[in-house]
């Protein structure tokens, strides 16, 4: 059976981008007589806020979409995301980073900054430094041998499915634990589609690249994989991606503003 999800984060008000990639995942389950599953993905604790969860339900809501109960809230599960990091740490395939921005800017591959030196490591912890988990690509790459070179995932494209090599360099050892957090997206996200047993991912070809780092977390964990699907995106007169951080107008506002969920629909060519 065809199963999807919709996973925004609750950082700020949804905007018709949101709703852009709302109803190309309803659609795509309507059209294979499947599901969707909405999925908060709110594991940022310094930005999401309870509101703006409370305001993701009455969006969707309005637009007409609705899923089935209950909603697996990311914050909510931190243990099963940091019990992940720890199969991966026990393995051998993460290390701990205490590196800020500016250490990596100075290092020759800000992407593989590889572990610190052990008594480098050991004094920090004893200062009670914060760290970070990354995934070791040396490390996976070892591990799988020649499979490592096999990797690959599947896209729904326009004139049907095609098969890509991941790359999981392009994304270096990625932080699969952050250091305000137990997890970080790729891990929790990638996690979360497994157990929920996600047949297809529906999402804004802003995360066409993610698939070759969770691919190799699929491989790694021994996770299934999904079938991916990348939409256009939305952008303003100035030819800027919507944002919530650049507060885009929001759909609450459109709202009072008068507009209706149909002109919204039409709008994005959902008529």
């Not at 919709?6 to 905007?15: C, E, K, N, V």
């Not at 604790?45 to 697996?72: K, M, N, S």
């Not at 650049?246 to 459109?254: H, N, P, T, V």
Request: net charge negative.
């Amino acid at each position: 059976m065809f199963r999807t999800r919709f996973a925004p984060s609750p950082t700020y008000y949804l905007h018709l981008g949101h709703a852009l990639s709302a109803l190309h995942v309803w659609r795509a389950a309507a059209e294979a007589d499947g599901e969707v599953f909405l999925r908060i993905e709110d594991i940022d604790t310094t930005r999401c806020q309870p509101e703006y969860t409370e305001a993701i339900f009455r969006d969707l809501h309005w637009l007409g979409l609705d899923w089935p109960q209950p909603v697996r809230v990311q914050s909510e599960h931190f243990d099963a995301y940091a019990a992940c990091v720890d199969t991966l740490q026990q393995a051998g395939l993460a290390y701990r980073c205490f590196r800020t921005r500016t250490d990596l800017a100075q290092l020759p591959n800000p992407l593989r900054p590889g572990p610190h030196a052990a008594a480098d490591e050991a004094a920090r912890l004893e200062n009670g430094e914060l760290f970070a988990w990354r995934l070791s690509l040396s490390a996976a790459r070892a591990q799988l041998g020649a499979a490592w070179d096999r990797l690959a995932y599947t896209e729904k494209m326009p004139d049907g499915l095609q098969s890509h090599r991941a790359q999981p360099d392009l994304h270096g050892d990625i932080v699969i634990a952050r250091k305000d957090s137990p997890s970080a997206y790729h891990l929790a996200a990638t996690y979360d589609d497994a157990l929920q047993g996600m047949t297809h991912i529906v999402r804004g070809e802003d995360l066409i690249d993610a698939p070759h780092v969770q691919t190799l977390l699929q491989a790694l964990m021994d996770w299934p994989q999904p079938v991916y699907r990348h939409h256009a995106l939305l952008y303003d007169e100035d030819g800027k991606k919507l944002s919530k951080r650049q507060k885009s107008i929001s759909l609450a506002s459109l709202r009072a503003e008068g507009m209706t969920a149909q002109q919204v629909r039409a709008r994005l060519g959902f008529a």
